[in-house]
Nanobody, 126 residues
Framework: QVQLVESGGGLVQAGDSLRLSCAAS????????MGWFRQAPGKEREFAAA????????TYADSVRGRFTISRDSAENTVYLQMNSLKPEDTAVYYC???????????????????WGQGTQVTVSS
């Protein structure tokens, strides 16, 4: 069974930074890319960032570009999300997910990801 476990969430003030981690474990699984999504209360889960596993190519949502950085450590089977200059509107549960197909057009689509972590809460106070 594949497990994705997020950590690193917490309560911070506006302007602060946090680094989220997502550790993958379990049986070998097809993974072309890893992504971070987030879901605020009463809102749809939305794409934040993604990285291809082999080449490390990154994609960001407009709302986080320039503030968030996604990276991966292949040896540790871990993907990170460095979040700087946090804003109250970044408050959400953050999920990491695995995407099996090496396609670009659906990198931001929730339905393209087949394994999900349980989420970690990020709260940014003003």
């Amino acid at each position: 069974q594949v497990q994705l476990v997020e950590s690193g969430g917490g309560l911070v003030q506006a302007g602060d930074s946090l680094r989220l981690s997502c550790a993958a474990s379990g049986r070998t699984f097809r993974r072309a890319a890893m992504g971070w999504f987030r879901q605020a209360p009463g809102k749809e889960r939305e794409f934040a960032a993604a990285i291809t596993w082999s080449g490390g190519s990154t994609t960001y949502a407009d709302s986080v570009r320039g503030r968030f950085t996604i990276s991966r450590d292949s040896a540790e089977n871990t993907v990170y999300l460095q979040m700087n200059s946090l804003k109250p509107e970044d408050t959400a549960v953050y999920y990491c997910a695995s995407k099996p197909r090496p396609t670009d057009w659906d990198i931001a689509s929730r339905t393209a990801y087949n394994y999900w972590g349980q989420g970690t809460q990020v709260t940014v106070s003003s």
